[in-house]
């Protein structure tokens, strides 16, 4: 059964996982990576070269495959599972929860390419990765206007506007609080009220730092990441009085720990839609975002 962890948590953790997870790394010790273990807690495989992770190839894949099929040969004959297709994240970018909640979908991705006006050339953006910024049902509306006019403005709560922190990781989970957050600003615009729909529009910034730990062997270090949002459009219901969709395009630039602090160009959108969109990206009954 494929389980992933959490590196800075499954090492402290002192509970029967956290001695599962020590035990297996005093076997075949490493930072981070893919380890084969039998029920017994027997390391029967282990991959750990991650360095060709982003390649568009697939080289991380079929090394890693390669590494864990001789794991797979020791344990024996292996029946496969029988389990029926599901959406493991259900609410992910769609939706509203029970509770209110919603969960906004983030998306990072290295942009390696000054000219984005064409197709970039391969190798040029980095592998993605997923994240999600939950908002509470006290948190979501700050999203919406309160009073729906044309030219209308709102500021996003502060503490709302912090919630957006995921999307400034571009890979590792690296920013991992609102505390972390330097400084933020999110606002919301009316551009136009039609057919029972109020068109909205966003602008705003987010950056923040982090200080690294002992945990992380980065104690007395730091990194930080900041992104621009360069257009935001969102629609919401007169008559419901909710928002209906909503997508965010960020960019960023990353700094990492010294002395790989050069400024790294990344790309963010953050999307949700209050019903799931049709193949070619339209909600169905929605007027397009403007």
Request: positive net charge; hydrophobic residues 40%; charged residues 20%.
């Amino acid at each position: 059964m494929p389980v992933a962890l959490n590196l800075y948590k499954i090492r402290e953790d002192k509970s029967v996982a956290g001695d599962f997870f020590r035990s297996v790394q005093k076997q075949k010790p490493n930072y981070q990576g893919l380890w084969l273990v039998s029920p017994e807690g027997k390391v029967l495989a282990a991959h750990q070269d991650m360095s060709s992770m982003a390649d568009p190839g697939g080289q991380w894949a079929r090394t890693a495959l390669a590494d864990l099929e001789g794991g797979l040969k020791v344990f024996g004959p292996v029946t496969p599972r029988q389990v029926g297709r599901f959406q493991a994240l259900p609410h992910r970018g769609v939706g509203t929860q029970p509770d209110g909640r919603v969960t906004l979908a983030v998306t990072d991705r290295w942009v390696f390419v000054k000219d984005l006006s064409r197709d970039p050339p391969p190798g040029s953006l980095g592998a993605t990765v997923l994240d999600s910024i939950t908002l509470t049902a006290e948190q979501w509306p700050g999203l919406a206007p309160a009073h729906v006019q044309a030219a209308n403005q709102w500021t996003v709560p502060e503490a709302t506007a912090r919630k957006f922190f995921p999307l400034l990781s571009t890979g590792d989970t690296v920013f991992r609080d609102v505390k972390e957050v330097t400084s933020v600003r999110l606002m919301g615009r009316v551009e136009k009220v039609e057919g029972g729909f109020a068109h909205l529009a966003y602008e705003g910034a987010i950056a923040a730092t982090h200080w690294g730990t002992k945990n992380e062997g980065k104690e007395g270090k730091w990194c930080s990441s900041a992104a621009k949002l360069l257009g935001g459009v969102g629609v919401y219901e007169l008559k419901s009085g909710k928002m209906l969709t909503l997508k965010l395009v960020f960019d960023g630039r990353f700094r990492n720990y010294a002395p790989y602090d050069a400024p790294a160009p990344f790309g963010a959108v953050v999307e949700w839609s209050q019903e799931p969109a049709k193949r070619q990206g339209i909600v169905a009954g929605l007027p397009t975002p403007r």
